[in-house]
């Protein structure tokens, strides 16, 4: 694969002047059929690829959402099945992607060093009884056009006019004579590396529950908040435009995009999630947006007639990364069947190659919320693929100090604010579930040089007495307005995370070898935990600074006590909690640890009447507000819950699976069976895929009030 590129020009699209996205095309002759033929495709930002008319794109997106300064990412197809004797032709259609995010001018991706226009690399070779028939690279010899999307951007929409199309431009015998020579365009600085995540697909097709007019315009229902794309079949005369705004909100019945704007920055509010459509008038009309995705439940529909307005106009196109469901869970009660299910729509909805915090108003991979939603995820879907080709560019954005950014990708923006060592936990948390899930040890050989240099970094940060307060602490505390206004301290957080990253990094050294690198985590270990004890723990009543709920449920999940202490620090948790009426009162740290505490001490009961009770505040009043994705924020109705499609507090699910049917997976080869029997449960089961094969977990009770366990693993997993 090369690293010659071609555009149609350097000249980028912007807000105020629009560049439409590039057609190229190039025709070749074939005067016998190869027995192979292998194209490789490097589009930044995207691309979508046409042989001989036919599309064969892996997926939306291609080949991959990152900083192309980072790696160059490239797929590969077998172009075998689409070729021809005669003439045969390649096509292709550019979009801006990350190689152009002027859209995400909130984290200085409108002044990244890699900025500019759309451009593609490519080689082509076919061989027949190993004589090389055919090799094309991407040079002036393609032929370019402006195509009918005027305007492209990730995180913004789409400007298409179907009067500008070429019809069969991407077809044998189309005369391209009017077209300009491709520009040879700079290459960015990444690494070439071949896309191994897998392909953002269709996974189902949504049509609209109910239709009512808003004012002058329409406004489709889809029934639930998911991610994706539109589309829209329009019989319409020539010239007529549509305007399609999606958003996750009605506001007294009125559809209402506002919470996925950002102060300071008005374009938002003309631009976000908005596609327009012109039609050439030339009967049934289809279209899909090509370069952007969307998160929605709503769909406000201008510039079309009432007899326009019909169900066929607009079906929501269900998109995600193709994760294939390795985990799940069913009981007798609905409530928490819809928890449930409401979790894995927000973990699909935000999964776009790699875990993103929404899919609307950011698409950002924050690593603290995929670092607090690792272990439900790699429960649920095989994302071991996409997270280990995230962990690369992870290990590329580390600094020279060793700090890890808020986001990845970003061109910078995320270490002066955003990060912190919950945050970027993540770079140990992916490696060992994944090692431990997956039984894949190279993964923490990969991992393992950025783990050591991150170590040595942290420690560089410590206090003066011993502890960690950098950052970001308790996000999200329930019942707080501001993200950021949490109680548990930021060094008592924080230095319980530095602790556990060093656990972590000690037995994965280990694992592969390492024994000094083992020997200097598990010495930091040592020190963070004597510390927290030392600077942040009275003794004598066993209370954690602070006096919270996260404080004391992280300190027991994370093994801040010894034996002899847990008892103690575990009955403060419970006055902590029936002090707040039997409720939670956490940010999303303290969220990932209450509910298993809370069963390691034979407490599930309150767990899940806490998890699934109607009011507020709990999970179960989400379902009553309306909700049909995981929530940001866990607020009182009638105060913003962020977005309305966030996975970081999904981590109940992990919960359901563990405690309440009792399916624990310790490692890739074992598992724990130690179920709750809710009494208010007629059964529970939980079933995972593990190397070895599915095991499945079910309880149920009989006729006499008793529960009956069944436990169904293969051979070659080890029932504890």
């Excluded at 019945?253 to 938002?268: C, Q």
């Excluded at 991150?454 to 307005?481: M, N």
Aim: aromatic share 12%.
């Amino acid at each position: 694969m090369n690293r010659h590129f071609i555009g149609a020009s350097d000249v980028r699209c912007t807000l105020e002047t629009h560049i439409p996205a590039p057609l190229l095309r190039r025709s070749f002759r074939l005067e016998k059929m190869p027995d192979r033929a292998v194209l490789s495709v490097c589009g930044l930002g995207f691309y979508i690829l046409r042989i001989n008319g036919k599309d064969i794109t892996k997926g939306a997106l291609a080949p991959y959402i990152g900083n192309p300064d980072d790696f160059l990412y490239y797929d590969t197809y077998d172009l075998c099945p689409y070729l021809r004797e005669g003439e045969n032709v390649i096509g292709l259609i550019l979009g801006n992607g990350l190689m152009n995010p002027f859209g995400g001018a909130v984290w200085d991706f409108d002044r990244v060093a890699w900025i500019g226009a759309p451009r593609v690399a490519l080689e082509l070779e076919a061989w027949k009884d190993g004589d090389c028939l055919l090799h094309i690279e991407a040079d002036g010899r393609f032929r370019t056009h402006p195509s009918p999307i005027l305007f492209d951007e990730l995180r913004l929409g789409e400007v298409y006019d179907a009067r500008c199309e070429q019809t069969g431009w991407e077809l044998p015998g189309f005369d391209d004579s009017g077209w300009q020579p491709a520009a040879v365009l700079p290459s960015p600085k990444g690494e070439l590396r071949l896309c191994r995540a897998q392909p953002i697909s269709v996974e189902c097709e949504r049509r609209p529950v109910r239709i009512t007019r808003q004012g002058d315009a329409f406004l489709y229902d889809f029934g639930v908040n998911s991610a994706g794309s539109f589309r829209l079949r329009l019989s319409g005369r020539r010239g007529q435009t549509v305007t399609v705004r999606l958003g996750e909100c009605l506001t007294n019945g009125v559809f209402d995009n506002s919470n996925l704007g950002f102060r300071g920055y008005d374009f938002y509010r003309e631009w976000t999630q908005t596609c327009r459509y012109t039609a050439s008038g030339e009967g049934q009309e289809v279209y899909e947006p090509h370069f952007t995705y969307f998160g929605y439940r709503y769909a406000l529909v201008e510039g079309i007639t009432e007899e326009q307005a019909t169900e066929e106009l607009l079906t929501y196109l269900v998109m995600h990364s193709a994760l294939r469901r390795t985990g799940g869970f069913s009981c007798s009660d609905p409530v928490a069947n819809r928890l449930f299910a409401m979790a894995q729509n927000a973990d699909l909805s935000n999964f776009y190659y790699f875990p993103t915090d929404c899919p609307h108003r950011e698409k950002n991979g924050w690593t603290g919320d995929a670092a607090m939603s690792a272990d439900h995820m790699l429960l649920l879907y095989d994302a071991e693929d996409s997270l280990c080709q995230w962990l690369d560019n992870i290990r590329k954005s580390q600094n020279a100090q060793g700090a890890i950014p808020g986001i990845v990708p970003t061109g910078g923006w995320g270490f002066a604010w955003g990060n912190g060592p919950a945050w970027d936990s993540v770079l140990f948390r992916l490696p060992y579930l994944i090692w431990r899930l997956r039984g894949n040890i190279g993964v923490i050989r990969e991992n393992a040089d950025a783990m050591l240099r991150y170590l040595r970094y942290i420690l560089s940060r410590r206090s003066e007495d011993g502890t960690v307060a950098v950052g970001l602490g308790d996000w999200v505390p329930t019942g707080k307005e501001r993200s950021d206004r949490y109680d548990t301290p930021l060094a008592l957080t924080d230095s319980i995370m530095v602790m556990d990253m060093a656990r972590k990094a000690s037995e994965m050294f280990g694992a592969i070898g390492r024994t000094e690198d083992a020997a200097f985590a598990q010495s930091v270990f040592r020190e963070m935990r004597e510390a927290v004890r030392r600077e942040l723990l009275d003794r004598d009543t066993m209370m954690f600074a602070g006096a919270t709920q996260t404080g004391q449920a992280m300190a027991l999940y994370y093994g801040v006590t010894e034996p002899d202490e847990r008892q103690a620090a575990f009955d403060r948790l419970l006055e902590l909690i029936e002090a707040n009426g039997g409720n939670f009162d956490c940010g999303f740290l303290g969220l990932h640890c209450l509910f298993h505490v809370l069963s390691d001490f034979g407490h599930s009961e309150l767990a899940y009447r806490m998890l699934t009770k109607p009011e507020y505040p709990s999970y179960g009043c989400l379902i009553a507000r309306g909700e049909t994705a995981m929530v940001e924020a866990i607020r009182p109705e009638g105060m913003s819950c962020g977005s309305h499609n966030h996975h970081f507090l999904c981590d109940y699910t992990r919960w359901l699976i563990r405690c309440v049917a009792g399916l624990h997976v310790v490692d890739d080869r074992t598992v724990e069976i130690r179920p709750s029997y809710i009494s208010t449960l007629e059964y529970a089961e939980a079933w995972c895929m593990l190397p070895a094969g599915r095991v499945t977990v079910r309880w149920e009770r009989q006729p006499d009030g008793k529960p009956q366990l069944t436990v169904d693993a293969p051979s070659g997993v080890r029932v504890l």
